[in-house]
Structures are given as C-alpha cells and as structure tokens.
C-alpha cells in the first residue's frame, strides 16, 4: 500500500516480513506424553510433560488482559491441531462504581488454540458462566454447557433452562465461520461429554438434579432422569447435585459425581442409561467427613477411583462388589481440593488439586494402587481439569 | 464496515492521509527498511492507529519510547525493547500484535484486530524494532483488583507534602489526557473529563467516602473489570497507595463528607 508508485522493485511489504516472530514455546508432543491445564484464576493453559514430570510453560488464553476470563476445561481435536477452551468469565467485581452501575455478567467464549504455541486461533462467542465444553473427535462437533445460574430465580422451568450451544464442525471456529445452534436443555448444568460416535451428548444438570441426554444431530433432548440414587416418593432422600460427568466409552460407562448425596453414579450408555451402581466413600466414623467427591475415572473394567474434597482425598472402590478398596487422605500440601483423576493408556494416574484458587495448584501422579502421590508439579490459580494428548 | 467509512470524520481521514503522504513521500526517497520505519513513527504518533471515530489515543498518550530518568508515569511501560519481550499486559498476553490490538480494542475503540500482513502493522513492527535494544524484560504490570479505602496522612505538614507530591504525580500520570487540574486545558478531547469537577458531577449521588473510592476504583482499574469508558489501569509498580492517596489529596477528594 505504501510503496505504490516507487520504482524500488522491494517496495513490496517484504522488508518487513520478519514482522512479529512468534517468541511464544511450542509444544512439540515428539513421542511426549503432554497434559493441559487450564488455570481459571491465572488465565493461563499449563502445558506438562507427563513422562518427564516437568512443567513446559503456562501459556495465557482468553480475550481480556486485565479482566479474570475463567478458562476452565480445554479438549483436543488433533486432527485440526486445535484446542478448545471455555472462557467462563466468573462474575468477580466488587468495587463501589462498577456494581452501583450494574456491571453483569459478560458472554462467555469458546476460543480455538492452536496445539503447538496455543496461539489463538479463534474464538466463538457463546453465553454466561461457559462452563464446560466437550469435542467429539467422531463427530468433529463442540457443545458448551453454560451454568447461568442467574436465571435460577425465573418461575417457569424452560426460562430457568440456559442454551447448550452445538458447533459443527468445531473447527469453523479458527476459520471465522462457525454458526452455532442452541438448544435450550436444562437449567444451571455444569459439565458435559460425547458418547463414542458423538451421536449424543450426556450433561449434568446441576440445577434440575438431574442427567440429560441430547442428540447432537438433532439438536433434541432424548431423555432426562436422575443423576444418581433414589427413593420413590422422596424427592428430598433423592436429591444428588451432579456436577462432574465423565464418559468411559472404552468401557461403555458414564460417571457422575453427585454432591450432595455424595455418591459416583455408574451408568451404562444405552438409550435412557442405565444406573447400574452407586458408590459413597466412607470415612473414620469419628471425623465429620463430607468427602464430596469431583471428577472419577475407571482405572479398569471394575476399579473406580475417586477424588473427594472436604477432607482432600482419593479412594478407590469394586464397583462389582461395592467394597472400598483403599481410601487416602492428603494433607493440604500434597492436595488441596483434589478435582480430576485422569488415567493414561499405560494406567498411569494423575490426580488435580485445585489448591485455593489464590495460590498454585498442582498436578500430582499417584501411585494407582495405593493412592500415594509420587510427585508433583505445581501449576498456576485454580486448576480443576487436565487434558492428556498420548504419544 | 461500509457505513464506518462513509462516517468517517474528516478530521481522521486528514490525519490517515498526512500519515500515509509523510509516509509515501519518504518511501521514495529512502531505502524500503527506512520507509516503513518512517510510516511506523507516523503511526506511532497517530490516532490513525485506530479507524474509529471515537479515539482520542496514539500510542505515545500512554507510552514512552524509552525510559525516562526518574521513571515516567505513564500507564504503559517504554517501546524500546518491546520486540524482544515474551509476554505483555503483565504476562496476560503472550504475543506483541495480540498486545497491540488489545490496546486498540480496548482504548483506542477499534475492535478489529490489525492482522501481522497488514501494512500498518508491519510498518509499526519496524517502528519498534529500530528502538531496540532498550528493555527486553517483561514490564511488571499488577493490576490492583481489590479497592480499599486509602488513609490520608495525619499532620498538616504531612498533608501539605501529600498535596505537593500528588500535584507532581497529577502532571507527570494525568495531565497527557485530563489536561491541566480544574478547567482541563489541554486535555486529549472533551470526552475525557475535567478532574475533578466533572467526575464528582457525574457522581453527586454518592457520598464523599463512596466518591473517594470511585475515584481510587477509575485509577487502578481504568476501564476493565465492570467500570466502563476507555483509561487506561495504573498498575501498583507505576503507582504506590500512597501515590494515589496523594494523588487524591492534590484533587481535593478527600473522602470527608459533610457530617464529618
């Protein structure tokens, strides 16, 4: 543009083509085992390697260079190299102006990262309180569930109902071009996953205390029912609180940590699930012990593993024959609020622990066995879930 | 983006149009290296930075090229050296364009990002990177979130050094865009308030104490977390509590109200 009408044949925009080189770490997997972890407090995605237990860096996401974007859960399409990552944008102003001028809540996003730097990509904006997003590499479709608890007071239950908002495929969202659909599903629900072939999406709604099952094509709700145990003609005996939702699709089975009833909900994933067990971590009789457990994961066709908080824990439970197998505790140093185990192809297993939101958290391997932590890699503010890319 | 043209004020296009002849002009006469410098500079100092109507900003209103001794007060942290660096935004943002387009989104009202082929960017990327070597560390950028109450000081010498202290801080932080105290001349447009008159105005329906935060609240959040407009954050490292409670005492917001 500027050089129009110079003779100079260089006067092309090529002196500056070297402008803005990318200072940013990569992320090469080169055999690697990585695992990411978003950092809700801290902005930031931390980037370990798992084999050598070493943190690669924490990589700021979001959209807001001052303002707390609240990325909470990334998931992995490797087939385009990207990443998705729910910007929840918590409500977390307090000052004098800003509320007396009713500062609200702000629209969440999905943005698009790119695996190797996590440069971003794109994004897509959504609704309030993201709060989970789930990809399924079948499909190639993303969902974003949205805990609008600001609606909670509405009279009407469809009012109370916030959007699950479908992209397809994800990837339209780094070109620019994605047209989500909505679907109003369910109220205040707070995390979400794709069966197999990515034909349903199964969404833990927190705030109708219940398990919804959605068909991701066409956009309709298939199913709703209990997220866990109950009693007939007892709503209060029956009550759960779902909040964390994982799919086992190796092993056909969804978990649901349930946080009143303090129960993991094993279901089959057929067409309603099916709840086939119910697991409660029992503790010293002597203590009061709330053990509310977070995200589990199946460290075999009959081992679950669970961690709970309030005291910090793990335990590990036969989910044939109902017995509690092992049952540890952490003291805040090794694991403040552990949040997810995860379990990687050779049953290694990791463990979260959020710490308190205003201090590192930190990533922990635990002996599989005995629950013992084995080491430790600290991250930044906040972490709640780890995403791991196999070699 | 049609309509935005068409809108354009005439006093933009000028400035475009001055920036891009200076530009065109040395293009010709310079080696390529040398003219994107030049158009770089110019934009540097321009609000054609930004296509919107609405900016009052180029980016010397909150940066310095180079540090200045004793340090300026400026909101941003000196250019020099700004290619080097990994991280900006007090490590929020882990690339110099996404920097630059988060100050041109978020003070300069131009929401659409300057992609790294588009001319003006690569003509400032030149601009910044003739400063070099200057600073390569990462500007240290704490964002004060909480907003407590700031004491005054307890002695009228103390008080009258406060005043003195925060009548210098007003000029060296303020006066870029606020133009000078009490009539605003010289301030970067009539957008941007008379200090303090203007301010307590358009908040008469507060308390003195309530005023005194909103005032300590606009300093150190600027326009982010749920205030609104377009200033800039003052970090902690550019302005200490007892900075902005001089500040405050140079103003005359004292938080005093009249019971008291």
Same mark, same amino acid.
């Given at each position: ?13 090529? /002196? ?31 980037? +370990? ?26 998931? +992995? ?19 004098? /102006? ?6 609200? +809540?702000?629209? @969440? ?66 070109? @620019? ?98 709840? +086939? ?35 910090? @824990? ?11 197998? /092992? ?27 959020? @710490?308190? /939101? !205003? ?22 503010? !906040? ?9 | 983006?049609? #309509? ?27 080696? =390529? ?37 004793? &340090? ?6 000196? %250019? ?6 990994? $991280? ?17 989104? $978020?003070?300069? $009202?131009?929401?659409?990002? %300057? ?7 690569? $003509? %400032? ?26 004491? #005054? ?15 210098? *801080? ?25 200090? =303090?008159?203007?301010? &307590? ?7 003195? #104490?309530?005023?005194? *935060? ?8 600027? %326009? ?8 800039? =954050? ?27």
């Amino acid at each position: 543009m500027m050089a129009v009408g110079c003779s100079d044949p260089s006067g092309n925009g090529d /002196h500056s083509a070297s402008a803005f080189p990318n200072h940013r770490p990569t992320f090469e997997s080169a055999g690697r085992r990585l695992g990411y972890v978003p950092n809700r407090n801290s902005d930031t995605v931390s980037v +370990l390697d798992l084999d050598a237990m070493v943190l690669l860096a924490s990589v700021p996401v979001g959209r807001d260079p001052v303002d707390i974007d609240g990325p909470q859960h990334l998931v +992995l399409d490797l087939e385009n190299g990207l990443g998705y990552v729910a910007l929840s944008y918590p409500f977390s102003i307090t000052s004098a /102006h800003a509320v007396a001028q009713g500062a609200t +809540l702000r629209s @969440g996003y999905v943005e698009a990262l790119n695996l190797l730097d996590l440069s971003i990509a794109g994004d897509l904006r959504v609704e309030p309180k993201a709060a989970d997003v789930a990809f399924s590499p079948a499909s190639g479709r993303l969902a974003v569930a949205h805990a609008d608890d600001s609606r909670s007071l509405q009279g009407d239950i469809e009012t109370r109902r916030s959007n699950l908002v479908f992209v397809d495929p994800a990837s339209s969202i780094a070109e @620019g071009k994605a047209a989500p659909s909505r679907l109003p599903a369910c109220a205040v629900p707070s995390t979400l996953a794709f069966d197999s072939d990515g034909a349903r999406v199964f969404v833990a709604c927190t705030g109708e205390d219940s398990l919804v099952v959605v068909d991701s094509a066409s956009r309709t709700v298939l199913s709703r029912g209990p997220s866990g145990p109950s009693v007939d003609n007892d709503p209060a005996a029956s009550f759960n609180k779902p909040y964390g939702l994982v799919v086992d699709a190796a092993r056909q089975r969804l978990l649901i940590s349930n946080e009143v009833s303090r129960t993991v909900a094993v279901f089959d994933l057929s067409d309603p699930p099916t709840l +086939l067990s119910s697991h409660r971590v029992v503790g010293p009789m002597e203590t009061v012990d709330f053990s509310v457990p977070m995200f589990p994961v199946l460290t075999s066709d009959s081992t679950l593993a669970i961690p709970f908080q309030s005291p910090n @824990g793990a335990a590990l439970l036969d989910i044939t024959s109902g017995e509690q197998l /092992h049952r540890v505790q952490y003291s805040d140093d090794q694991c403040l609020n552990p949040a997810e185990f995860t379990v990687t192809s050779d049953s290694r297993l990791f463990l979260v622990c959020e @710490g308190d /939101h !205003y201090h590192p958290g930190a990533v922990v391997e635990v002996n599989p066995d005995t629950l013992a932590i084995v080491a430790s890699i600290p991250v930044e503010l !906040y972490p709640e879930r780890m995403t791991i890319l196999e070699p | 983006m049609k #309509r935005r043209s068409i809108t354009r004020s005439a006093n933009e296009l000028l400035a475009i149009a001055s920036v891009l002849g200076g530009c065109l002009l040395n293009a010709c006469s310079s080696t =390529p290296e040398e003219s994107a410098v030049e158009q770089g500079r110019a934009l540097y100092d321009s609000k054609a930075l930004s296509q919107s109507r609405l900016n009052d900003y180029t980016c010397v209103t909150c940066h310095d090229t180079v540090a200045s001794v004793p &340090l300026s007060k400026k909101a941003g942290g000196a %250019l020099a050296g700004v290619t080097l660096r990994k $991280s900006f935004w007090g490590d929020q943002v882990a690339d110099l364009l996404g920097a630059i387009n988060a100050c041109r989104s $978020s003070f300069m $009202s131009d929401t659409q990002p %300057l992609s790294a082929n588009d001319e003006r960017a690569r $003509s %400032l990327y030149a601009y910044l990177a003739s400063l070099e070597p200057g600073d390569s560390a990462p500007i240290p950028f704490t964002v004060v979130n909480t907003i407590d109450p700031l004491p #005054r000081a307890d002695t009228p010498e103390a008080i009258a050094d406060a005043e003195g202290h925060g009548q210098l *801080l007003y000029a060296q932080a303020c006066a870029y865009c606020h133009g000078s105290m009490h009539d605003g001349i010289g301030r970067l447009s009539s957008r941007v308030p008379v200090l =303090p008159e203007e301010t &307590l105005a358009e908040h008469a329906q507060y308390s003195r #104490r309530i005023q005194r *935060l909103i005032f300590t609240e606009k300093i150190r959040h600027g %326009l982010f977390l749920g205030y609104g407009g377009n200033m800039p =954050p003052f970090s902690s490292q550019l302005l200490s509590d007892t900075d902005v409670s001089d500040l405050l005492e140079a103003l005359g917001v004292l938080g005093i109200d009249d019971a008291q």
